[in-house]
């Protein structure tokens, strides 16, 4: 008996019925107004050095595609120079290059912490480290978000009931969806005190913190027992992760990582935009610095303004609580020609839907104040 197309789809019907019930259905939208969503930071995204690059290595004979895996044919010399630099920008011993900061993530969770270990996870660390633990070998607990006792006492209580094997701390060090900061200097002497592993997701702190852009975790990268993730989508303005860490665990992932090794490796054009973006960072550092006070500016006028956020980094959170109402709140600033997205559960707990406004270099001063004397007309006539 034939079954009909409606009965295949028909758990998958209930399932998006359901979300739209919740105010959690999500569609794809274009892009349109001004950027007050996106993640390229330094706006290096079409930043005309790193165009130039592309161009150049095109002409110079630069394959669009690797062709295979990294242990095949895949291994370019763009990787490998990539490699090379970015270990010589970040001060670490080595780096590699995969083709995106999620499956870096989801790369390393799943091989290098073994059976017998465990993983402590901050609460509002992102998905991909949440599916990586979740496949992986190792044991994980979930924490108290950017709580340093909770992680203490995570490892304590799992030691006293007879775990031996190896503790991975796994952070971000600035967090996606609130825009707050982990202690890692904290969490730095707690992996040293218990002989733990700490990885941190440095995906929206690279190029923005740090001398030069080198991110919140420069003072760790030298060490044995720290592990770094700094993806390249975001204020790098291109695509890929490179993890930063040492010979031992570098080589450890060549030969032990499935995402690395049976996966085509990232185009060698992308390895060619990344490292032009490290040297940009080197050579012109007002980036950052303009960056910093466009900043400074948003949570200034937000105050004088009366609105709140919990954050004083460029991701900047508004909280609204209800999911319908934060969409609605996004379309009205849509229409008004501001690109902002709301955010609902599950990317963010239950009761925190929001708006996220994100700071980069593609807007100004002038933008930025249009867009808070908007936020504050907009809510201020929703509470009335």
């Not at 979930?142 to 701390?169: F, Q």
Request: proline content about 4%; charged content about 25%; hydrophobic content about 40%.
């Amino acid at each position: 008996m034939k079954t009909s197309h409606a009965a295949h789809n028909s758990d998958y019907v209930a399932a998006l019925y359901a979300l739209k019930e919740a105010d959690r259905l999500r569609s794809l939208k274009p892009r349109a107004g001004i950027d007050f969503a996106s993640n390229d930071y330094l706006a290096l995204a079409t930043a005309p050095r790193i165009k130039n690059a592309i161009s150049t290595a095109l002409e110079a004979g630069t394959p669009i595609g690797a062709g295979g895996s990294r242990l095949l044919r895949g291994n370019c010399e763009e990787h490998e120079g990539l490699e090379a630099e970015a270990a010589k920008f970040f001060g670490a011993e080595t780096a590699l290059f995969f083709g995106g900061g999620y499956v870096a993530n989801f790369a390393v969770l799943t091989t290098l912490p073994q059976r017998g270990d465990l993983l402590v996870l901050d609460s509002l660390v992102h998905a991909s480290i949440h599916e990586g633990a979740r496949a992986g070998r190792a044991d994980f607990r979930i924490n108290v978000h950017n709580d340093p006792e909770s992680v203490e006492s995570t490892i304590s209580e799992w030691r006293a009931k007879g775990g031996v094997g190896r503790v991975w701390i796994v952070v971000e060090s600035l967090y996606s969806m609130d825009g707050d900061f982990a202690p890692l200097k904290d969490l730095a002497v707690i992996a040293e005190r218990h002989d733990a592993f700490l990885i941190i997701d440095e995906a929206h702190a690279t190029g923005v913190y740090g001398e030069h852009g080198r991110g919140l975790t420069a003072p760790y990268e030298r060490r044995e027992n720290v592990l770094v993730v700094h993806t390249c989508g975001k204020a790098l303005g291109a695509a890929g992760a490179l993890v930063t860490t040492t010979r031992v665990l570098r080589d450890f992932l060549v030969n032990r990582c499935r995402p690395f090794i049976f996966a085509t490796a990232p185009s060698p054009l992308m390895a060619v935009a990344v490292r032009e973006a490290l040297l940009i960072l080197r050579e012109e550092p007002e980036r950052q610095t303009r960056l910093a006070n466009l900043v400074a500016l948003t949570h200034q006028e937000i105050r004088a303004r009366g609105l709140r956020s919990p954050s004083d980094s460029q991701i900047v959170p508004y909280i609204v609580g209800d999911n319908a109402r934060a969409m609605r709140l996004a379309s009205a600033l849509q229409a008004r020609g501001f690109d902002i997205r709301g955010i609902r559960p599950p990317t963010v707990p239950e009761g925190t839907a929001r708006l996220r406004i994100s700071i980069t270099l593609n807007v100004g001063e002038d933008n930025i104040r249009s867009m808070l004397d908007t936020l504050k007309e907009v809510t201020t006539g929703w509470s009335q």
